[in-house]
């Protein structure tokens, strides 16, 4: 079902310390920063928290861990069936309310934004629109809306509030937050809005509208991220099959004239990443030198794709990536180091199969790599430009 954040404080999500003095929330939510947003709820309104207990999970040992604890109270408990699927439920990424992740393969014109987008993949890479037909463009991230490039509205949290709110870093400095506080702002009405939208399978509306007020990401405990929570739809809309096999088509065919390809019997397609995806490649540096074969096989096996195509072109951003799994007991919270690929991120692959098949298995996929109930590694077909 459709679910929508509704903010009624700004929030701090990731975390990125840019420098020493202030940390930067990033622009969207993941799924388990959600789930733990729910678990936090679950364990203030359970008649048997202990703050103390160690649960063993696969060998590592975690506190604040929510289970069914199934005592006397747990049967007339509301959060019941919450606590009781908390582990099996899915939630995605949430991104501001309608806007989309860019293409990685999106290119905007330097002199003009207004000019639009070229696509890569179908395109060359030059503004049509600015004089004489030949603009430099030059790659472009981030998020979409509207058509256009779009940023959230972060504010640093108020000098009065900030001594609230500011942490003290471990040598002793003080940092302030720079929080997410709108997703629209009309200057001339002052109307302001921070609303995040995403999915979560698993659960039941009536099940999720039990909790009147969620708190997501970090300093919640001084009044950051209080949100309300409510379902928009509870059906999800499955895409029609033959509309995809024809813009498909038209995307193979694009992409073959743009790039002088000449060959009927092989079919071209892309996927786009709509989440960050964590990807295992089996060494440490993914930007090490090697082959482009090597390069493709290598991708090909971290996606773990099991159908007779090759990795054509990669438009990705990679990084390695080292989390910290707060419920873990003992000094070293860090969770294994994984490569992360961003969001956003294209891959062009090459296939001698008919599209009807390429579908059936892209569509059984929840999503590559690890974390997927967690919203990672979520993608969709890239038919090239903004769409
Ligand atoms: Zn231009
Ligand atoms: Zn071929």
């Not at 072109?313 to 961003?342: C, I, L, W």
Request: contains cysteine; neutral net charge.
């Amino acid at each position: 079902m459709k679910v929508r954040l509704n903010f009624i404080s700004p929030f701090v999500v990731g975390g990125i310390k840019l420098v020493s003095n202030y940390i930067e929330s990033i622009d969207y939510i993941p799924g388990n920063v959600i789930r733990a947003a729910l678990a936090r709820y679950i364990l203030n309104n359970c008649h048997y928290y202990d703050p103390d207990e160690v649960v063993t999970i696969d060998g590592i040992q975690k506190k604040n861990w929510v289970y069914f604890k199934d005592k006397p109270r747990c049967s007339d408990c509301k959060l019941q069936t919450l606590c009781q699927k908390l582990g099996d439920i899915r939630i995605s990424f949430f991104y501001p309310k309608d806007t989309m992740v860019i293409p990685s393969t999106l290119m905007m014109c330097k002199m003009d934004p207004h000019h639009g987008f070229v696509d890569r993949l179908i395109q060359q890479p030059r503004c049509a629109k600015c004089e004489g037909g030949r603009g430099r463009v030059e790659f472009v991230s981030g998020l979409l809306k509207d058509g256009k490039k779009y940023n959230v509205v972060k504010s640093f949290v108020t000098r009065t509030a900030i001594n609230r709110y500011t942490g003290t870093a471990k040598d002793g400095s003080l940092y302030s937050l720079l929080a997410v506080s709108a997703t629209l702002q009309d200057q001339n009405t002052g109307y302001e809005e921070n609303v995040f939208e995403g999915q979560i399978l698993g659960l039941t509306p009536q099940e999720l509208s039990i909790i009147d007020e969620l708190r997501i990401g970090k300093y919640t405990s001084v009044g950051l991220g209080r949100c309300n929570v409510t379902v928009m739809d509870e059906k999800m809309d499955t895409p029609d099959v033959s509309k995809v096999i024809q813009s498909l088509k038209e995307f193979d065919a694009q992409y073959k004239r743009n790039n002088g390809i000449n060959d009927d019997g092989c079919r071209y397609f892309a996927i786009k990443f709509i989440s960050d995806a964590k990807l295992d490649f089996g060494f440490a540096d993914v930007n090490e030198y090697m082959s482009t074969d090597q390069y493709k096989a290598v991708w090909l096996k971290a996606l773990g794709i099991n159908l007779d195509v090759q990795v054509e072109k990669v438009y990705a951003e990679v990084f390695n990536f080292r989390g910290y799994d707060t419920s873990k007991v003992g000094e070293d919270k860090r969770e294994q180091p994984v490569h992360m690929v961003e969001k956003g991120s294209v891959i062009v692959f090459k296939t001698h199969l008919a599209f009807d098949k390429v579908i059936d298995y892209f569509g059984s996929l929840e999503g590559f790599g690890q974390d997927t109930d967690n919203g990672f590694g979520k993608f969709d077909y890239h038919f090239g430009g903004v769409c």
